[in-house]
């Protein structure tokens, strides 16, 4: 099986050749991050309307981690244009953090939608340093479409940890690798490359279980699904919570 994904993945190479040579030329991570920001406008208004149920089941707990304050601190890792706002409880206190910072305008928008949540600040940042939030600070820590991008999942997941009061939650929701004896994952490693380019460091090959299985998170509820997705590439998915 190997030869076979070498030689799809070079054939790709050479199609996408433009992306590599603007990419050595260092202007397409800058186009990249200025182009992101409208994709994803789009992308994740038709991902809402094919996983709001499941968007609905993930976070209809969330008001069980309310801390000591009365109201629900959340960090949204990867807010991107705000996606999730409308699937939080009203009265929630919401801290966003994205590298990107061009996805503010997109933001906005979104908080102007969604006055039920109290807006708090952007903080432009990564997840495997996220400084600028203080020790125990946060009830919920949510990142959905964002393990894997981030260049160190294992870090990221220590910076969830150390955001969090004890007995906050960690909520995801993630593509991750297909089965490997599948013909969707031969596809995937077979565009892992190109799609890493294209999609600012995006992976369609994580297990990204396994870093949430060795975080050391106190509890871990976690579910496999096929998400009813048009993209069947991004099909496989897991969601669910983890205590601290």
């Known amino acids: 099986m190997a ?46 309307e094919q996983m709001a149920s499941q968007k609905r089941e993930l976070f209809s707990n969330l008001q069980e981690f309310v801390g000591p304050s009365g109201k629900l601190s959340l960090l949204e890792l990867g807010c991107g244009t705000g996606a999730n706002f409308k699937f939080y409880p009203p009265g929630c206190r919401v801290t966003c953090i994205d590298p990107n910072p061009n996805f503010e305008k997109f933001l906005i928008k979104s908080i102007a939608e969604n006055r039920h949540v ?13 400084h600028q939030v203080a020790d125990g600070s946060m009830d919920v820590v949510v ?5 894997c991008s981030v260049k160190n999942q294992e870090r990221t997941l220590q910076e969830v940890c150390r955001v969090l009061r004890p007995g906050g939650a960690f909520y995801f929701m993630e593509h991750v690798a297909a089965e490997r004896s599948t013909w969707n994952y031969f596809w995937q490693q077979v565009l892992d490359p190109v799609w890493y380019l294209l999609f600012d ?12 299985e060795t975080a050391s998170f106190s509890k871990l509820k976690l579910q496999h699904l096929q998400a009813p997705l048009s993209w069947e590439l991004l099909r496989p998915h897991i969601y669910g919570y983890a205590v601290k």
């Open 143 to 147: 990142c959905t479409l964002v393990l």
């Open 118 to 130: 109290q807006f708090e600040r952007l903080v432009v940042g990564v997840g495997e340093d996220m």
């Open 3 to 48: 030869l076979p994904i070498f030689i799809l993945r070079l054939a790709v190479c050479i199609l996408a050749f433009p992306v590599y040579l603007l990419n050595f030329l260092g202007v397409w991570n800058w186009m990249c991050r200025i182009w992101l920001p409208y994709f994803f406008s789009w992308f994740t208004v038709e991902y809402n």
């Open 201 to 212: 460091g995006c992976n369609l090959t994580r297990e990204s279980w396994k870093a949430l």
